[in-house]
């Protein structure tokens, strides 16, 4: 060994099993001693020592000092290469992007995406392999197992200083350390994938003569900010007033940065104030989720956005260029893509929640666009789902089609019929008590108990299915169970519940109803899913075992 790298003796903790989006913990977890350099070691071991990796985040507290760490325990494990954003910014589409077109054998993501953030909130750590896209599940359970055994990491006897604030290479150890600016490399690739001088004639029209086109993007302090800047003002020709919250803030400016109807409210009350703004949209902490809305807040479902983008994905230049494969969606997303998918006479696959789940099918050629439940959309073009990328699809296809949001969602109702949606979250319960309302659940949906019972006013609701969804992936043959139970009816309506894997403490438990109508497209959809939601909550006994009336968060 080295003069400059000794082994630092260390005692294992036991709770640093990644969930569906990385290691997520409250800070103070993280200030723990050794709890980060543990789990980079244990990382670092279980994916045979990378030589080249990409690192950065979204800028929330704690992420600083994590990087340092991590530059520190690399250098003394061999790692040869270290690619880091500017001040650690780097959105995790950003990160994908850099990892794949960098050749990087993977990338240390410090992220905890739409969680709190803050001395008081959470941070987390995920790792992406060489494909750009998070960790699969016997990655991270090997680098879980390693996180238990650990008795020692390596470290170097004198740290070297660390300097982000400017694009710069410099050594540390045997490490070379690249810091980069990595906007402009996302703007070469999106560049790629969007006809920019489509999307400039939205922003110009009005120098034709048309009414002016006004958008609001709200990046809620997160790591999008500087990229809307760049991206949408600088390159698109949007006014500077066109984003908003766009600085980015270790405690996100006590925003929570989840693009939702509930923590977005001031993008909603906006919208529905100022009758000139025809688009809205806002994205999550890291990037990766977005919201859609049309003029007056008009609400876009993620599952509709999906399928909208699936429906008019020729006005998206890449796939206008060279045509498109399948689509996916998560099990819990309302099936509105599907119809897209027969409609196009293209395969539609459906899996567990989780990124991750959709790169083999990426990788594969299998799949061109894909999306799930909480807000994420993206394409083939990186390996996570991407904010900004949804923005940019949602302003080509205005753009070509010079249809208003509403114009073009209600139009795909009228077409394909319409997928009611919506999702309730019941964050921060007692895990105890909902572990036991899961278990309660799987004897009872297991079974066929259920099967052929009617529910609801009218006895419209009969069961056709129960069970608790299992995914055998298509291009490794893996499987992945208990990723959500499920009561599917014969009318087509479902009821999904599961536990939430991207929470830090407590438990999360997330319901999501959906039911289709053909002709019935414009009624409200908490009316609609009323009854559903009733017999929701009867046969899984939420209110019951989490002692809540009403969701923390209703989408």
């Not at 238990?148 to 070297?160: A, D, G, P, V």
């Not at 560049?191 to 004639?201: C, E, G, L, M, S």
Request: with cysteine; aromatic share 10%.
């Amino acid at each position: 060994m080295s003069m400059n790298v000794i082994e630092v003796a260390t005692q294992a903790y036991q709770d640093q099993k990644p969930g569906t989006s990385g290691l997520r913990k409250r800070v103070a977890v993280f200030q723990q001693p050794n709890y980060v350099e543990n789990f980079v070691q244990a990382l670092l071991e279980a994916t045979s020592k990378p030589k080249f990796l990409v690192v950065g985040g979204d800028g929330r507290f704690y992420s600083e000092e994590a990087i340092k760490k991590i530059v520190n325990v690399c250098a003394a494990n061999g790692t040869e290469r270290l690619v880091i954003a500017k001040d650690g910014i780097l959105s995790t589409p950003a990160a994908s992007a850099l990892i794949r077109c960098m050749k990087a054998d993977g990338g240390i993501v410090l992220t905890a995406s739409h969680n709190l953030g803050g001395k008081d909130g959470d941070f987390g750590i995920k790792y992406n392999t060489n494909n750009g896209g998070p960790a699969p599940e016997v990655v991270t359970e090997k680098i879980y197992e390693r996180s238990k055994s650990i008795t020692s990491y390596k470290s170097l006897l004198k740290r070297s200083q660390v300097d982000l604030s400017k694009v710069n290479s410099f050594m540390v150890a045997n490490l070379t350390v690249d810091v980069v600016d990595p906007i402009e490399e996302y703007l070469n690739l999106v560049r790629k994938v969007f006809d920019f001088n489509q999307i400039k004639r939205l922003f110009s029209r009005q120098a034709e003569g048309k009414s002016p086109f006004k958008m609001l993007a709200d990046s809620m302090n997160g790591v999008t900010g500087p990229y809307t800047r760049r991206i949408l003002v600088e390159e698109l020709g949007a006014p500077l007033s066109s984003i908003v919250n766009f600085q980015p803030m270790p405690d996100f400016g006590g925003k929570h940065p989840d693009p939702n109807l509930t923590y977005a409210s001031d993008l909603v009350d906006t919208l529905k104030s100022d009758h000139s703004i025809d688009f809205g949209v806002a994205f999550d902490g890291d990037g990766d989720r977005n919201m859609i809305l049309g003029k007056d807040a008009f609400f876009v479902t993620p599952g509709d956005s999906l399928a909208v983008i699936g429906a008019q994905i020729k006005h998206i230049k890449y796939f206008a260029d060279n045509g498109f494969q399948g689509f996916a969606r998560s099990f819990p997303t309302a099936p509105a893509i599907d119809r897209v998918a027969q409609h196009h006479g293209v395969k539609c696959y459906e899996t567990p929640t989780g990124w991750k789940y959709f790169g083999n099918l990426m990788d594969s050629g299998s799949i061109s666009l894909c999306g799930e439940e909480s807000f994420g959309t993206g394409s083939n073009h990186i390996r996570e789902k991407d904010g900004i990328w949804a923005c940019l699809a949602w302003l080509s296809i205005m753009a070509g089609t010079e249809k208003t949001v509403r114009e073009l969602v209600e139009d795909h109702w009228k077409q394909f019929g319409r997928d009611y949606f919506c999702r309730y979250d019941f964050e921060e319960c007692d895990a105890v008590k909902c572990q036991a309302m899961i278990n309660e659940l799987e004897l009872l949906l297991g079974g066929k108990s259920l099967i052929g019972r009617s529910f609801g006013s009218k006895s419209q609701y009969v069961v056709k299915e129960t069970g608790n969804f299992e995914y055998v992936d298509p291009i490794d043959k893996s499987i992945s169970s208990k990723q959500g139970l499920f009561v599917k009816f014969t009318n087509g309506a479902r009821i999904v519940i599961r536990l939430s894997g991207t929470g830090s403490s407590g438990a999360t438990v997330r319901l999501y109803v959906s039911d289709y109508s053909k002709d019935s497209i414009r009624e409200d959809s908490q009316v609609y899913l009323k009854e559903l939601l009733e017999i929701a909550y009867s046969i899984s006994k939420l209110p019951e075992y989490t002692g809540r009336d009403r969701p923390t968060v209703i989408t």
